[in-house]
T-cell receptor, first 115, second 114 residues
Framework: DAKTTQPPSMDCAEGRAANLPCNHSTISGNEYVYWYRQIHSQGPQYIIH???NNETNEMASLIITEDRKSSTLILPHATLRDTAVYYC????????????????FGKGTKLTVNP | DGGITQSPKYLFRKEGQNVTLSCEQNLNHDAMYWYRQDPGQGLRLIYY???????QKGDIAEGYSVSREKKESFPLTVTSAQKNPTAFYLCASSIRGASSDTQYFGPGTRLTVL
């Protein structure tokens, strides 16, 4: 079962920031937060991940609350091509830390970017 | 150009026939995975392999078989024993032992059994 809760859908205007929330209230200290997205009929695309600190890359920013029970993925300037289902996943980083080999995808958030 | 390739993108088979889905990666990753996705659902793990000549069952391995004879290749066979094989099949790979073990996915194969 997925250990995260996300809103089923969100809308965003093109050019504006898209802020996608995720709750993971049962996250453990050695579990990472991963974000993937899936455009219809394509494989999931890795976006970003983090453990405690906020992270930024060329695609997005990840803001993790201090208690680590929730996070927000930020797409700073959404485009029509960002329309996709966004998945928030928590998992242990490595097998030696008791990590699971599988990614557990929930239902995700369907983000629609409108012109 | 590094990445994961899956072929074909669309595959049609008659009921009762075995079919093999291809997955190749040139990322030099040790670990490879097969997932299945049904409409409106998340991914479910079928099989995974952390090293050549070794693989483990995932959550829904019944009716499927795999082989890992080469590091780059992890083909999945959907057998006639799989009761509901029509689905979107996704292959992924990751660096074994990396601190974050990110999985990267191929483009997928959509299998339709008629």
């Amino acid at each position: 079962d997925a250990k995260t809760t996300q809103p089923p859908s969100m809308d965003c205007a093109e050019g504006r920031a898209a802020n996608l929330p995720c709750n993971h209230s049962t996250i453990s200290g050695n579990e990472y937060v991963y974000w993937y997205r899936q455009i219809h009929s394509q494989g999931p695309q890795y976006i970003i991940h983090g453990l405690k600190n906020n992270e930024t890359n060329e695609m997005a920013s990840l803001i993790i609350t201090e208690d680590r029970k929730s996070s927000t993925l930020i797409l700073p300037h959404a485009t029509l091509r960002d329309t996709a289902v966004y998945y928030c996943i928590v998992r242990v980083g490595t097998k030696t830390q008791g990590g699971s080999e599988k990614l557990v995808f929930g239902k995700g958030t369907k983000l629609t970017v409108n012109p | 150009d590094g990445g994961i390739t899956q072929s074909p993108k669309y595959l049609f088979r008659k009921e009762g026939q075995n079919v093999t889905l291809s997955c190749e990666q040139n990322l030099n990753h040790d670990a490879m995975y097969w997932y299945r996705q049904d409409p409106g659902q998340g991914l479910r793990l079928i099989y995974y392999s952390q090293i050549v000549n070794d693989f483990q069952k995932g959550d829904i391995a019944e009716g499927y078989s795999v082989s890992r004879e080469k590091k780059e290749s992890f083909p999945l066979t959907v057998t006639s024993a799989q009761k509901n094989p029509t689905a979107f099949y996704l292959c992924a790979s990751s660096i074994r032992g990396a601190s974050s073990d990110t999985q990267y996915f191929g483009p997928g194969t959509r299998l339709t059994v008629l």
